[in-house]
C-alpha cells in the first residue's frame, strides 16, 4: 500500500496493529503478522497520496503464472512479469491489472520467516502489543472501483476464486462481492466506488472479547477510528472495529468465522438485498453511516 | 461414527455440542453445524462399539477421484468405490483404508443444506444451545494407530496434505502428525495407539471466552470431562476443553487459529521434541494427564 | 416502576433481561435477580403510563428509620410511614417525597429468597436465559428531574451517600450525581429532566464479552436498543449497552468495577467538566446521542 | 505482608500483579491498585521469611476505634493502638491480636492518592500490564490458622462483619469462613492451617476473559502457578487462577460478584458440607489437589 509518512506509518502498524518488520528497502518497509510465516503480509510505500498499490495472492503450481497469464490475456487484460526479487522475499510473479483497475499480482515462491515464536518447541504466547495478543493475520481487503463485477467474474471463472456473499443493488445487479480462495470467509472483495481504491484492509483477532479490548486501546492512543465502537457486521457475522493509519487508509480487526471451503464451486453464496442490506453491513445499527462508504484512499 | 445409543448420541451432539440433524436413517442420524453449508460433518451409526468408521474430505475436481484411487493403488492400499446415495447427501466417492488402518474416504459432491439461518437476508445470530453460541463447524479428527507414518506420508505425497505441526519420539522419529488441507490448523491428525482408534473429533467454538461459558456448562450438565477444564495446547495454540459422549468418544470445544496455507509443500511444521512435548500437549499445566493418551475409541 | 402492558413487561424482565419471578399480587409483579437473596430488586405496577413509582433501599438498624423520618421533616420533605406488607416480603418503612419529586423508600425487614441455586451445597452454575447467564443483580437507577442537586444534598447529608462522581455543567454547578451506598461504583444517579422521571435501570453482568453476546441476542430478538450497539462509559468505566421494555422505560445492561467504599465521607468524586464532558458519557463515540438525555418515562 | 527479597518482590506486584508503587521506606514498599483511591492495599516488607504482618481494615468513624478497643479486651485480646504515619499514608489505628494469631488492624484516615487517571476528566483506560488491563483492586485474603472460629466469631460479633459462605467439617462444624464487611462475595477467609498463616490474597480483574490472558501470561513469563490452569470456585462462583510470588506467598487472580450486603445480621451463609465441599473448592475438577491447603506462608 502507499503510506505518505513512512515512519509515522510503521509506527501504527507495529505498535497499534501489531505487526512486525520482516524487512527494508529505501522506502519501503516490509510487514508481516506474528503468527504468519511468509515474509511479509504487507508493504508500505512512500507515496505522496494514500491507497493501493497492488494486492498479492500465491499460486499452488509454478505452471499456474502462465495459465494465469494467458487467461488473462484471453480476457484482454494487461499483464506484466515481475522478476525475482523486485518484492524482497518473493520470486518472480504476474501483474495483472484488473477491469476495476486494481493491480492483482500473483506469485509462486515466498522466502519463510516463520511464526514470532519460532517453529522448534515455541513458546506459543505472545508478548503483547498495547494490551492484546498481536493479530493472527492479514484477513482481507476490500477495494473499491468500478466495473467491479467484471474483475470478480474473471478472479471466479479464470482464477478459481470462490463468492461467499453478494451484495444485490435496488436494479437487481450484484453491486458487491466477497470472495474467498481458503476455508475463511472472504480474502478480496469489491465494492463501488472511486476507480482503483481501497476501502479497508481487515486484520484477524481470534477472540470477540479481545474487540472491546482493541477499541479500548484505540481511543486511549486517540487513534482515529470510525464514529462508533464496536459492532458486528452480518456480512462475515464478524465482531469488528474500524480506524484510519496515518495516511488515512482505513484498518479494521475483526474476528468471527463461519466454515467455507475452498473447492471451486462448492461454496453457494448468502444473498443481501433491498431492505436487509444495512443489516448486512452493520447487524447492530440496522444503518450505514453516512461517511462509512465515502472514505476511501 | 460409531456410537452404541443412538438416541443418547443424537441428544449429545444436538443439545450438548450444538449441532443440527440434518437427515436421518434406520440406525443412521446425520448432523451438521448451524454455520456449514454441506449435507452433514458427522454420522451417528448404531453399533455394538464405540469408534470411527471412516473420516470423509470432499476432492476439487470429480477427476480427483480416479487419481486417488490410482496413487491408492500403487501404494498398495486397498480401495473401494462408493456409489452415490450409498452416504445420504453424497455423491459417489472413494474408500481407502489407510495404513494405520483407518477408513479415509473422498467424495467430490454434496448436497447443500446452507447455513441454518438461510442464505438469504440472514439474520446472522443463532439460537443458542445451553447459553452459547452454536459450534461453527467440525474442526478435525485425531486418530490413533500402529503405522501413522506411513498414512501420513501418503496422505502427503499422494493427496496434497500439509504438515502444519510434529511431536518427535525420543528415538528421533516423528510420532505425531497435525495435518491441513485447509488454512486452518489442522483438519487431520495422527498419534500412537490401538490400530484404527480415534482420539477425539474437535468442533470450532470462535471466542476464547466460549470456552469458559461451555465448560460451564459441562459441568453443570455432568458431561463426563477431562480432569481438569480449560487448557490451551502448545500446538495449534488453541483454548481447549475435552469430554466425551454417551458412548465414550472423546469430544474437543477449541478455539483459535494461526495462518496455515492450502498450497501444498509450502508450510514448514512446527517441530515439539523432548522436554517440550509436555508443553505442546497442554501449554499450562505443561504436563500430559495420565488417561490423556490411553483412552481412545 | 410502571409498566404498561404487565404480561409483555413480566416476559421482557424474565426473558430478555433474565430476572426470576418471586411474588404476585394482581396488578403487581416482584422480579428478583438469581444471585440476589432480597424478596425482590423490582417492582412492576400496571398503570396507565411508565415511569418509576419509587426506589428503595434497607438501612442498616431499625432505628434508623425514625432517625431518617426526623432528618426528612428537618429538611422540610414529605414523609409517610409505610406498614409492613404493603410492599409483598418488606417490613414497615419510610416514604420521603426528595426534592425532585422522587419518592424514596426505606425499611429495615426483607423477607429472604436466597440465591436460585440455593444455600446450601449450590450447583453455582444457572441455566442461562437468552445465551448468556442472567444478570447477577439491579445495579443502580438513573433519576431525572428539577432540583437534582437539592436531593443528593439530602442524601448525602442525611442519609451517608457518597458522591463518586459528578458532571458540572458550563455554569459550574454541578448537574449530574452518582451516588453510593456500597463499594461499588453507584447505587443511584440524578441528572437533570423532567420532574420525577427516571432514565434508566441498569442490572450488572459479570464479564464484559457478556456484554457482547446479550446484544447479540436483543438485536437477534428485535428489543429496541439504543442507536448503537455496545460502548463504553467513561463514568464508572463499564461496557454497556441500553435498551427498552415494552413500555418504553430505558434499561441497561452494564459490566465493569472500580474500587469505592461503603466509608461516608472517604470517597472524593471523579469530576467531569467541560469538553471532557462526552467522553464522560460514551468513552467510544466522545458524543452524546440527541435521544440519549431526551427519553426519559 | 513479607517478602524476602525485596526487589524481587516489587517486580512481581507491579509487572506481574499490576499494582503501582505509592510509597517507600527503607525495608518497605506500599503498593495500590491503579483503580483504587487509598494511600496503600499492600506493603511489602523486608523479612527472613514469607507469611502476613497484618490484615487492615477502615472504620466509619474515629470512635468506632475506641468501641473495638474496648470491645477486644472484654473478649480477652491483645490490643496495641499505632501512632499516626506509623504505618505510611494511615492515620492512628489499633492492632488486634485475634485467637488465630493473626494481626489485624482497624484505622480510620487514609492518605489519598486518587485513581491511577486522575480524579478529573479521566481517560478511563489505563495502559495495560502484560497484556491485561491492571487488577481493578485487593479483593481478599484468606488466612489460615488454628481456633480461627473464634476468631470469625469476634469478628461477626463485635466488628459487624457477615458471614457469606461457610464450609462445616465432617464432625459438623464449620470449619473455613468467607466473611465481608462490603457487597463484595468476601474481604477476609478464615480455614485451618498452621498458626497464623496466609493462604493466598486475591485480586479482582473484571472480566472473565481476562482470566485467560493472564494464565497465558504467567505461563508464558514463567511465573510458578497451580498445577493447573483456569479453573472455577463453587465457593464465590468467581473464575479463578492461582499463582506465587518470589517469596512463595500464593496469589489469586479472579472475577465474579454475586449480590452480598454490607447491613449486618442480612446476609445468610451459603452452607458447604459434606462430599460437596471439594466443588465448592474447584467446581470444575470437583477436587481439590493435594497441595491447595498444605502450602501456605
Given amino acids: 500500500m502507499r503510506w505518505m509518512d513512512l515512519a509515522a506509518s510503521e509506527k501504527h502498524y507495529t505498535d497499534v496493529v501489531g505487526l512486525r518488520v520482516t524487512a527494508r528497502r529505501p522506502g519501503q518497509v516490509y510487514l508481516q503478522a506474528h503468527e504468519a510465516q511468509d515474509h511479509h503480509c504487507l508493504i508500505l510505500n512512500a507515496a505522496d497520496r494514500a491507497g493501493i498499490e497492488h494486492t498479492g495472492f500465491k499460486v499452488s503450481e509454478r505452471s ?3 495459465e494465469a497469464e494467458t487467461a488473462a490475456k484471453d480476457w484482454g487484460l494487461v499483464t506484466r512479469r515481475v522478476a525475482s526479487g523486485e518484492v524482497l522475499g518473493q520470486g518472480d510473479g504476474l501483474m495483472i491489472t484488473l477491469p476495476s483497475g486494481h493491480v492483482f499480482k500473483l506469485f509462486y515462491h515466498a522466502d519463510k520467516v516463520g511464526y514470532s515464536y519460532g517453529m522448534q518447541d515455541p513458546d506459543i504466547i505472545l508478548d503483547h502489543v ?9 484477513d482481507h481487503a476490500l477495494l473499491a472501483g468500478n466495473d467491479c463485477d467484471k474483475s470478480v467474474k474473471f478472479l471466479m471463472e479464470a482464477l478459481d476464486f470462490n463468492l461467499t456473499e453478494t451484495i444485490v443493488a435496488p436494479d437487481g445487479n450484484p453491486s458487491a462481492f466477497f470472495l474467498t480462495t481458503s476455508s475463511t470467509v472472504h480474502n478480496l472483495a469489491f465494492a463501488p466506488g472511486p476507480p482503483n481504491s481501497v476501502h479497508h484492509i481487515a486484520f484477524y483477532v481470534n477472540d470477540r472479547a479481545d474487540v472491546i479490548r482493541r477499541v479500548d486501546m484505540l481511543k486511549h492512543k486517540k487513534v482515529t477510528t470510525l464514529d462508533y465502537g464496536i459492532s458486528r457486521h452480518g456480512i462475515g457475522g464478524v465482531t469488528t472495529t474500524y480506524f484510519f493509519d496515518p495516511s488515512g487508509n482505513r484498518n479494521e480487526f475483526q474476528c468471527g468465522v463461519y466454515e467455507a471451503q475452498t473447492i471451486r464451486g462448492s461454496v453457494p453464496p448468502i444473498v443481501w438485498a433491498g431492505e436487509h442490506i444495512p443489516r448486512g453491513a452493520f447487524y447492530y ?5 453516512a461517511n462509512f462508504f465515502e472514505v476511501v484512499t
Fill in 64 to 66: 499456474d503464472l502462465a
Fill in 130 to 138: 498495547d494490551g492484546v495478543s498481536p493479530v493472527t493475520h492479514l
Fill in 285 to 289: 445499527e440496522n444503518a450505514i453511516s
